[in-house]
Nanobody, 125 residues
């Protein structure tokens, strides 16, 4: 079975940092992208960052550039999202997902076939 296990959320003050982890197993392909998405209450889901397993190429949404860093372990099945300089507007449930999106759809959640459970990030002001 495909499993995506996300962890690392929590409560942090503005300006603080958190590191999210996502471990994937059972994926039916060797080459894939793991992406992080988030959804705040009353808002649409939005793509945050992604990394490709084979090439290591990364994507960042404009609103996290310079603050978040995505990386993966050597096998490429665990992805980390280091979140620094957190802002209250970063408060959301963060989800990791796996799939094989084309580049133009890298931030589109519909391009990802497998999803993990969310982990809540709360940033207090």
């Amino acid at each position: 079975d495909v499993q995506l296990q996300a962890s690392g959320g929590g409560l942090v003050q503005a300006g603080g940092r958190l590191r999210l982890s996502c471990t994937a197993s059972g994926l039916p392909y060797d080459e894939y992208v793991i992406g992080w998405f988030r959804q705040a209450p009353g808002k649409e889901r939005e793509g945050v960052s992604s990394i490709s397993r084979s090439e290591g190429s990364t994507y960042y949404a404009d609103f996290v550039k310079g603050r978040f860093t995505i990386s993966s372990n050597n096998p490429g099945n665990t992805v980390y999202l280091q979140m620094n300089s957190l802002k209250p507007e970063d408060t959301a449930v963060y989800y990791c997902a796996a799939g094989r999106p084309i580049i133009s759809e890298i931030a589109n959640g519909r391009s990802y076939a497998y999803w993990g459970q969310g982990t809540l990030v709360t940033v207090s002001s």
